[in-house]
């Protein structure tokens, strides 16, 4: 990797800047590509981006940005995107800060900002070269999730359709499956949900999944596979509730989407009274529960402290099952009536059992 060091006034950067959103950024007369593919959208907060124009009206340094060659004269944003286009953003007024809008601006502190010197390294290397790099230096700022650097370090055609369906403000994904994620789609949390429910569907990694369709010209594959997801999700239950967002839809479909003995309504009775339920404290643990009967996703609630040395008390440490006198940290406490039978965690369904008889209990 070859680094050749350049300062490059502001103005030279803006020239010709274009923002077709999250399609494209290009600026320095159409020589430099400011959001490479394997690059993630704006992602910076008003706060981070109004910090960057202080530092350039102050005259302070910014952080370093890097170039990498990838022509003559023509480059791509390698470290440096989010600063740049806060910059170039503030040239085009699409924000003010400290109610000043750039054009608001005296012309001398225009002069001011357009002279500012960015401190570039234009690095020259092969693709594997760029994207290690691209790895190192981004450790720190905002930095990258996993996803992002799968995307980067598995570029193509392949990630740049997927992109399109689960990657952008108001993608295709959000709009169709919003309230069922967890997370933000620019930040790739909806691209890799997706994908980790498809490959775990193949037995295979997210990043052996990516290796595979890496140069695949569309991802309609994974699009079609989500889809089947969210259809079947509000076929089977049909009520939206805030409960489900977050919950892992894919791998549930994966497992059970092709049963057929799932009742809607039936379905929504039971979520109605697990929903009630006091002793049911993970509520979005119910539809795994009802789905594999796994009592542990629910986290019922356990019995207090003071309720259990209260009834150890009353037993004089004796363990109901086996009659046998323990310490109280050799005991744990137990429903007489099992919750799945109707028993309540109120003090008058507890009893304490030594842990081999409580073992047993739970496994017969």
């Not at 079609?224 to 549930?252: Q, T």
């Not at 304490?352 to 739970?362: D, Q």
Request: contains cysteine.
């Amino acid at each position: 990797m070859n680094i050749e060091e350049r300062k490059i006034k502001i103005r030279e950067v803006y020239e010709g800047y274009f923002n077709d959103d999250e399609e494209g950024v290009t600026g320095y007369d159409d020589r430099l590509d400011i959001r490479p593919k394997y690059q993630r959208e704006f992602v910076y907060k008003d706060k981070q981006r109004d910090e960057v124009i202080r530092t350039v009206l102050k005259g302070l340094p910014l952080n370093v940005i890097y170039w990498c060659k990838t022509g003559d004269d023509t480059y791509e944003v390698l470290d440096g995107q989010q600063r740049t286009i806060s910059v170039c953003e503030y040239l085009d007024n699409s924000f003010s800060v400290d109610e000043k809008f750039f054009g608001n601006l005296p012309q001398d502190i225009q002069d001011k900002v357009l002279d500012y010197e960015l401190f570039v390294y234009v690095c020259d290397g092969t693709d594997s070269e760029k994207l290690e790099w691209f790895k190192i230096i981004n450790i720190a700022g905002e930095q990258l999730t996993d996803q992002e650097m799968r995307n980067a370090v598995y570029a193509g055609s392949w990630v740049s359709d997927a992109k399109r369906y689960f990657s952008k403000t108001g993608c295709a994904a959000n709009s169709l499956a919003g309230d069922y994620l967890k997370g933000s789609s620019i930040r790739q949390d909806y691209l890799e949900t997706a994908i980790s429910w498809i490959a775990s569907k193949e037995n295979m990694t997210i990043e052996k999944y990516m290796a595979i369709h890496q140069n695949e010209p569309s991802a309609i594959q994974l699009w079609n596979y989500f889809r089947s997801v969210i259809d079947w999700v509000e076929a089977i239950f049909p009520k939206k509730r805030k409960e489900m967002k977050g919950v892992e839809w894919g791998l549930l479909f994966n497992r059970h989407g092709a049963r057929t003995d799932l009742d809607p309504a039936v379905l929504e009775l039971r979520i109605q009274d697990l929903l009630a339920d006091e002793d049911v404290t993970k509520k979005s643990g119910i539809y795994e529960y009802l789905l594999t009967g796994d009592e542990r996703k629910l986290n019922i609630r356990a019995f207090t402290d003071k309720q259990k040395q209260e009834q150890y008390q009353k037993q004089n440490g004796i363990c109901v099952k086996c009659g046998k006198h323990f310490e109280y940290n050799e005991m744990e406490g137990d429903h007489i009536i099992a919750w799945s039978q109707g028993g309540k965690t109120v003090p008058e369904n507890l009893q304490m059992l030594c842990k081999r008889c409580n073992n047993t209990k739970s496994n017969v």
